[in-house]
């Protein structure tokens, strides 16, 4: 499950201009950061999102480097005087890359395969940095990857320069991953030099988590087959916001082909892939009303169904909540399996220090019934008193704001 080890980040007295690229599924996001050191902390931040045509999920490295790099270019030429760049200085630039990478040094990387959507063969085995530096340098952005980070490592260094308890990150978006700080005698893998602070910090994977333990239905094993990476990325099948509305329909569709749920005839938008969004899952599984009107919108507008009555309105949106519930509880397990890791599952007598855990994504962000149903799992897990001690911490957008401050940390400016 780990694929990459990197040294533990961050000083705090980091300061000047950064910049921040943000790659990891359906959106990306350019940022530009001022740091101003122990003192200023983040002074100033902007930031622009963009969404990848999907086109280019599938096209060729050039195309889709060349797209960010161009956007980037567009982003840097908005830069205001308040963002100053010290004379002499080229700017230096963070890289979130949220897919499998081999990370062979601070500032390079290699593809070992898409996820979430993306497939883009010549790309694979390729250095992502230097992709990204030969694109920005067709499109006359001069600019130096100075790391790259994905956006757990991201939301984990920005989550410890804000709070100190931090000790692992979690993301809950279009895909999921995890890391944590370890020590690093605790890692038979490394054989390197250990760092001096003894901690190092671990990129999970926990996508790509399988297991005979994760029992999978026969509508994860569809989906897997007809994915874009069958075999691949079982856990994130199972919990993540690309997929949960799709396994939704996937049950729908079968209670209209065997239980003619949706009348005579089956729904012909029903057999679309993805078509069910889990943005739109959320919306019908959150509906208050008494009628429950969004429920009976979404059916309407998204697969075609007309007319349903409030009974099976109701039983669509117990199905977002078994589908929604299973993926909040497991991903409440894996957090539990981390605090195992590093014995913060249990009180210490005398232990003072609180656990916190920096959670980020679209889906943790706005599911709110996943979230509740997550943060429910883990108190169960725990038990009352050591859940009292461990923080869940929303950390907005730190995976952008977290590589900006690595880009720092490894700036080539002293
Ligand atoms: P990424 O994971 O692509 O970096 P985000 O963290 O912004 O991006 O997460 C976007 C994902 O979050 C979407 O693909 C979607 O699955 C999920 N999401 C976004 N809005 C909602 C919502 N209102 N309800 C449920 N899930 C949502
Ligand atoms: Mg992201």
Same mark, same amino acid.
């Given at each position: 499950?780990?694929?990459?080890?990197?040294?533990?980040?961050?000083?705090?007295?980091?300061?000047?201009?950064?910049?921040?690229?943000?790659?990891?599924?359906?959106?990306?996001?350019?940022?530009?950061?001022?740091?101003?050191?122990?003192?200023?902390?983040?002074?100033?931040?902007?930031?622009?999102?963009?969404?990848?045509?999907?086109?280019?999920?599938?096209?060729?490295?050039?195309?889709?480097?060349?797209?960010?790099?161009?956007?980037?270019?567009?982003?840097?030429?908005?830069?205001?005087?308040?963002?100053?760049?010290?004379?002499?200085?080229?700017?230096?630039?963070?890289?979130?890359?949220?897919?499998?990478?081999?990370?062979?040094?601070?500032?390079?990387?290699?593809?070992?395969?898409?996820?979430?959507?993306?497939?883009?063969?010549?790309?694979?085995?390729?250095?992502?940095?230097?992709?990204?530096?030969?694109?920005?340098?067709?499109?006359?952005?001069?600019?130096?990857?100075?790391?790259?980070?994905? !956006?757990? =490592?991201?939301?984990?260094?920005?989550?410890?320069?804000?709070?100190? &308890? $931090? *000790?692992?990150? %979690?993301? #809950?978006?279009?895909?999921?991953?995890?890391?944590?700080?370890?020590?690093?005698?605790?890692?038979?893998?490394?054989?390197?030099?250990?760092?001096?602070?003894?901690?190092?910090?671990?990129?999970?994977?926990?996508?790509?988590?399988?297991?005979?333990?994760?029992?999978?239905?026969?509508?994860?094993?569809?989906?897997?087959?007809?994915?874009?990476?069958?075999? !691949?990325? =079982?856990?994130?099948?199972?919990?993540?916001?690309?997929?949960?509305? &799709? $396994? *939704?329909?996937? %049950?729908? #569709?079968?209670?209209?082909?065997?239980?003619?749920?949706?009348?005579?005839?089956?729904?012909?938008?029903?057999?679309?892939?993805?078509?069910?969004?889990?943005?739109?899952?959320?919306?019908?599984?959150?509906?208050?009303?008494?009628?429950?009107?969004?429920?009976?919108?979404?059916?309407?507008?998204?697969?075609?169904?007309?007319?349903?009555?409030?009974?099976?309105?109701?039983?669509?949106?117990?199905?977002?909540?078994?589908?929604?519930?299973?993926?909040?509880?497991?991903?409440?397990?894996?957090?539990?399996?981390?605090?195992?890791?590093?014995?913060?599952?249990?009180?210490?007598?005398?232990?003072?220090?609180?656990?916190?855990?920096?959670?980020?994504?679209?889906?943790?962000?706005?599911?709110?019934?996943?979230?509740?149903?997550?943060?429910?799992?883990?108190?169960?897990?725990?038990?009352?008193?050591?859940?009292?001690?461990?923080?869940?911490?929303?950390?907005?957008?730190?995976?952008?704001?977290?590589?900006?401050?690595?880009?720092?940390?490894?700036?080539?400016?002293?």
């Amino acid at each position: 499950m780990i694929s990459l080890i990197l040294g533990s980040c961050c000083v705090m007295d980091e300061h000047g201009l950064f910049y921040a690229l943000d790659l990891g599924g359906t959106n990306f996001r350019v940022l530009r950061v001022l740091l101003g050191g122990r003192e200023g902390r983040v002074v100033k931040q902007e930031f622009t999102e963009v969404s990848i045509p999907p086109h280019l999920m599938i096209s060729t490295s050039n195309e889709l480097f060349d797209f960010i790099a161009a956007e980037l270019a567009k982003f840097v030429a908005t830069e205001g005087e308040d963002f100053h760049l010290s004379p002499g200085r080229q700017r230096e630039l963070g890289f979130t890359f949220s897919f499998p990478v081999k990370q062979t040094s601070i500032n390079s990387g290699n593809i070992m395969t898409w996820s979430k959507g993306f497939s883009i063969a010549d790309a694979v085995g390729q250095d992502v940095v230097s992709e990204l530096t030969k694109a920005m340098e067709r499109k006359g952005v001069d600019m130096r990857v100075a790391a790259l980070v994905n !956006d757990t =490592i991201g939301t984990l260094a920005g989550g410890k320069y804000d709070n100190n &308890d $931090v *000790v692992a990150a %979690v993301i #809950l978006g279009t895909g999921t991953n995890a890391a944590y700080v370890e020590r690093a005698h605790a890692i038979p893998k490394w054989h390197g030099l250990l760092p001096k602070s003894g901690e190092m910090v671990i990129n999970m994977e926990w996508g790509n988590f399988r297991s005979s333990h994760l029992p999978m239905t026969e509508y994860d094993q569809a989906l897997d087959n007809e994915s874009l990476n069958p075999g !691949d990325h =079982i856990f994130e099948k199972i919990i993540s916001g690309m997929y949960l509305g &799709d $396994v *939704v329909r996937r %049950v729908l #569709l079968r209670m209209a082909e065997e239980a003619a749920f949706f009348g005579d005839t089956v729904p012909p938008k029903l057999r679309i892939p993805l078509v069910l969004r889990t943005p739109d899952m959320s919306a019908m599984h959150h509906d208050s009303s008494p009628d429950l009107r969004v429920v009976g919108t979404k059916m309407k507008d998204v697969l075609g169904i007309t007319n349903t009555s409030l009974k099976t309105r109701k039983v669509v949106v117990e199905l977002c909540n078994i589908v929604a519930s299973r993926g909040a509880r497991l991903s409440a397990a894996g957090i539990l399996g981390i605090l195992k890791k590093l014995g913060k599952d249990t009180i210490k007598e005398g232990e003072k220090q609180k656990t916190a855990i920096a959670m980020d994504g679209g889906l943790y962000e706005h599911y709110t019934e996943f979230s509740k149903c997550l943060e429910g799992t883990l108190n169960e897990l725990l038990g009352e008193e050591v859940a009292n001690n461990i923080d869940i911490i929303h950390a907005n957008d730190g995976s952008g704001v977290g590589a900006a401050l690595l880009a720092a940390s490894h700036s080539q400016y002293p």
